[in-house]
């Protein structure tokens, strides 16, 4: 949610600080603030609002530090204001700290403290850990903060600075993501690889329970209790220019037409020649699959929309029984969760708190958990028993795209993969869904290649203040995912509704011009839509359908068809939400939104 970077080296630190600042501001973005060492003083500056803030306040003064921290805020105690930003100091301004994740006991903790003398000056959870860090301070500020994260309950990744030992940074991290860059006379901490991607490719992934100490020559790592650890260095593979906007005017549009990339570079290291998969990464025996008795999907947002093809496609091709749940309900809906089940967790971030701690529930139990999820080291990645990564590359804008459509086709692999195995597809079957999967990257290319249809439907909608999407079957739950993807970046009132439920309530609120975008890609349920199509055109709504090509008869039922190329209906998802993801993109920039960064919403949710 929020993004932590912190320097210490021979360079400018607050040059570095804001640039890794600007590569995390889409994991939060109310506030942001730095506190940098310079002439024996703990100088910090913090503000409300955007990163340019606090970028053209420091362009008036010239810091010259070669430490320091700092912090891009999306708010969880206390409103987005100055006071409330990291980093957060202690009482006399000589130990800074910046946190990401919820201190749950900071109430206990901040009235404990209180009691002591200690003043806060902010509504938040992470100022109890400066003063915590101060209470225990004795000349040795790993050991102060040794001593104050035993009293943490809560998730945290915390970096820590500190003006009597001027030579270190400290690095604490549990159950938020944190890694600690290697480089050549300076090192670096991020709570996300691409803000320091542009200095080193090298880096330690702390996982929970671990800290650094760091300095300009030397990084250290140990347990809490101080007990030194070794750690292999992870190698970045993916470059600069993948997390940079590359000509487009914004990320989202970018991540739209890098799918047809994506799709083929999930695809094809897993489909050799002979259309035999090879899912690296997945170990599931004929006889594991044919033990387990049910399937739980979990995820969040978009990628439980992604879940819910993984449900059609493992129950069409695997027979077994699959709930696809939103993470934040599952745990508190009474789950049969036992040996006999497998749980696959979905998560573009890999670090969404609600779907890791699902994963934990499901091990606790002794499921078995597969996860898929794009962030390579990720906790999620690392806490499951099989990954599939879907090779997306990274995604930034807030609004997911390529994650989605890479989800969806990994679903069709694992499907594929555990059908072959456990003998509920032929080969002939299965080749033809494969053949399906490869052509995937091609057609999505095709309709990238004419946008026009979609652009002037934007045009249609942009100043509607609610608009509806219709389907059945799966192509409602791609209505689903437009119906988020527009709410989400143009601010439009939207709902999806499965087309056979509209006479059952929602038919009331379709009037003269009210826009429904009418998903008709499944050829079992084609005819069934056109009637439903029919019944909101009669009451007067504007009607924009989404169809297979060749499928002309569509037209005497919408105002305006966009064609998808043809595909098996089960997996026509990969297809029919592109012109969806492109017609959010186009309202939204019509509308002066801010595509990337929608208000209120962060791209990584690691708190519950
Ligand atoms: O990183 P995750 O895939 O776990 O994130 C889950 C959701 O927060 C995410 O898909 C969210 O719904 C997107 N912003 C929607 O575009």
């Given amino acids: 949610m929020c993004g932590i970077v912190g320097y210490i080296g021979d360079n400018k630190a607050e040059n570095i600080l804001i640039d890794g600042l600007a590569k995390l501001e889409y994991r939060g973005y109310d506030s942001a603030g730095i506190a940098v060492l310079r002439d024996s003083k703990l100088v910090i500056r913090k503000y409300k609002g955007r990163l340019s803030v606090l970028e053209e306040k420091l362009n008036k003064e010239n810091l010259s530090s070669n430490v320091g921290i ?167 593979t993916w470059d600069v220019e993948s997390a940079e906007k590359g000509g487009y005017d914004h990320f989202m549009i970018k991540e739209i037409y890098e799918q047809p990339k994506a799709l083929k570079e999930t695809l094809s290291p ?94 606790e139990n002794k499921a078995r958990v597969m996860a898929v999820t794009n962030v390579v080291g990720s906790t999620i990645s690392r806490e499951a028993d099989d990954v599939i990564y879907t090779w997306a590359g990274p995604e930034i804008a807030v609004a997911s795209t390529k994650a989605y459509t890479t989800q969806m086709l990994s679903f069709g692999l694992i499907a594929l993969d555990m059908a072959i195995k456990k003998g509920t597809l032929s080969k002939a079957e299965a080749d033809k869904v494969i053949d399906e999967l490869i052509s995937a990257s091609d057609k999505v290319k095709s309709i990238l290649e004419d946008v026009k249809l979609t652009e002037e439907a934007a045009e249609e909608i942009y100043n509607k203040e609610n608009v509806f999407f219709i389907g059945r079957g799966i192509d409602y739950d791609v209505a689903r995912e437009g119906s988020l993807k527009l709410k989400e970046i143009s601010y439009i009132h939207s709902e999806a509704i499965q087309a056979g439920e509209l006479k059952h309530g929602t038919l009331a609120l379709i009037e003269k011009g009210t826009p429904v975008i009418a998903l008709a890609t499944q050829d079992k349920l084609y005819d069934k839509m056109l009637s439903n199509m029919k019944e909101v055109k009669a009451r007067g709504a504007h009607v924009i359908a989404v169809a297979k090509k060749g499928n002309k008869e569509v037209e005497k039922s919408a105002d305006k068809v966009i064609y998808i190329p043809d595909v098996l209906d089960e997996l026509a998802s990969i297809l029919s939400v592109i012109p969806l993801q492109l017609l959010s993109y186009y309202v939204a920039v019509k509308r002066g939104c801010d595509v990337d960064k929608p208000r209120n919403l962060a791209k990584s949710v690691t708190v519950e």
């Fill in 70 to 236: 700092g912090h891009t805020r999306w708010a969880t105690h206390g409103e987005p204001s100055d006071a409330n930003s990291h980093p957060h100091a202690n009482g006399n301004d000589t130990i800074a700290v910046v946190h990401n994740g919820i201190i749950e006991n900071f109430m206990e903790l901040r009235e404990q403290l209180e009691e002591e003398g200690y003043k806060f000056k902010s509504e938040t959870d992470t100022e109890v850990i400066s003063h915590l860090i101060d209470y225990y301070y004795k000349g040795d500020i790993l050991e102060a903060v040794r001593r104050a994260i035993k009293r943490l309950e809560g998730a945290y990744a915390i970096a820590v600075t500190s003006k009597d030992e001027p030579d270190k940074l400290i690095a604490v991290r549990k159950d938020s993501p944190l890694i600690i860059g290697i480089g050549n006379n300076e090192n670096f901490i991020a709570s996300d690889i691409p803000a320091i991607l542009k200095y080193t490719r090298n880096v330690y992934i702390l996982d929970d329970g671990e800290m650094a100490v760091i300095k300009k020559n030397e990084i250290e790592l140990m347990n809490i209790e101080g007990d030194k650890i070794d750690k292999e260095v992870f190698n970045v």
């Fill in 270 to 363: 897993r489909i050799n020649d002979k259309k035999e998969i090879n899912l690296d990464g997945i170990n599931l025996t004929k006889e594991e699959i044919e033990k387990f008795s049910r399937v739980y999907i979990i995820a969040c947002g978009t990628a439980y929309h992604a879940g819910l093809l993984g449900k059609s496609l493992i129950q069409k091709y695997v027979k077994i029984p699959v709930i696809t749940d939103v993470a934040s309900e599952f745990r508190y809906s009474d789950p049969f969760i036992d040996e006999n089940t497998l749980m696959i967790v979905v998560s573009q971030s890999g670090e969404t708190a609600d779907t890791l701690a699902a994963l934990r529930l499901a091990k």
